[in-house]
């Protein structure tokens, strides 16, 4: 059972527009969640968390939305640049640690 | 230094082989995990060290078997593998416990060594 669900495998985006990566998450309990890149052939890199008792964090040009009603947190990349062509990793910590969802892969297109 | 080095990048194996992956970061992180992730899998955890005692041990097999020499090392060392342990395998370090119930549990993942079993 998927715990944290990253339901689009893959995004096309144009480059300047926005990126918005969604995930959805299941267990109530979760309080910290984290954002990952990761590049082909390389470890994923962290990039933006929130903390349960927010609904927003920002950094620079990435943003993380948090919904607690809705179990349902999202990215936003804008504008978005050819360098965050990657794969995204939605990523949830509770009692048994951190539980990674499969992964969106952002493409941008010129 | 906010590296997390893995060696060798890739490695090709046969079933009766022992060989070793090795990991190490200097960022003073107490915290250290080997992940496995296959082909658009997600990573998934397989053992947890925090400050050099093996913590967590998510029911991997023998043939898998973690070392910790010291706090800046993290090896892997595995023997009588089967094809179907073909991934990549990912080191991370944190500077947290590594503990279950840990919060922030902010990941350095290194580059992972792409591992092939024949």
């Known amino acids: 059972d998927q715990q944290v669900k990253q339901n689009s495998p893959s995004l096309s985006v144009q480059e300047g527009r926005i990126s918005i990566l969604n995930c959805d998450y299941t267990?109530?309990?979760?309080?910290?969640f984290l954002w990952y890149k990761k590049y082909p052939a390389e470890g994923p890199t962290f990039l933006i968390s929130?903390?349960?008792?927010?609904d927003k964090n920002e950094d620079g040009r990435f943003t993380v939305f948090l919904n607690k009603s809705a179990k349902h947190l999202s990215l936003h990349i804008v504008p978005s640049q050819p360098g965050d062509s990657a794969v995204y990793f939605c990523?949830?910590?509770?009692?048994?640690?951190?539980?990674f969802g499969k992964g969106t892969h952002l493409i941008i297109q010129p | 230094d906010t590296e997390v080095t893995q060696t060798p990048k890739h490695l090709v194996m046969g079933m009766t082989n022992k060989k070793s992956l090795k990991c190490e970061q200097h960022?003073?992180?107490?915290?250290m995990y080997w992940y496995k992730q296959k082909a658009k899998k997600p990573p998934e955890l397989m053992f947890v060290?925090?400050?050099?005692?093996?913590?967590i041990n998510e029911s991997v097999p023998s043939r898998f078997s973690p070392e910790c020499p010291n706090s800046s090392l993290l090896n892997l060392h595995l023997h009588a593998l089967q094809p179907e342990d073909s991934a990549l395998y990912l080191c991370?370090?944190?500077?947290?416990?590594?503990?279950?119930?840990?919060?922030?549990?902010?990941?350095?993942f290194g580059s992972g060594t792409q591992l092939s079993v024949l």
């Open positions: 991370a370090s944190s500077q947290d416990t590594g503990s279950r119930a840990s919060t922030n549990e902010k990941l350095f």
């Open positions: 267990n109530s309990m979760f309080d910290y």
């Open positions: 929130i903390s349960s008792i927010k």
């Open positions: 990523a949830a910590i509770g009692a048994d640690g951190l539980t």
């Open positions: 960022m003073g992180h107490r915290a």
């Open positions: 060290y925090s400050y050099e005692k093996l913590s």
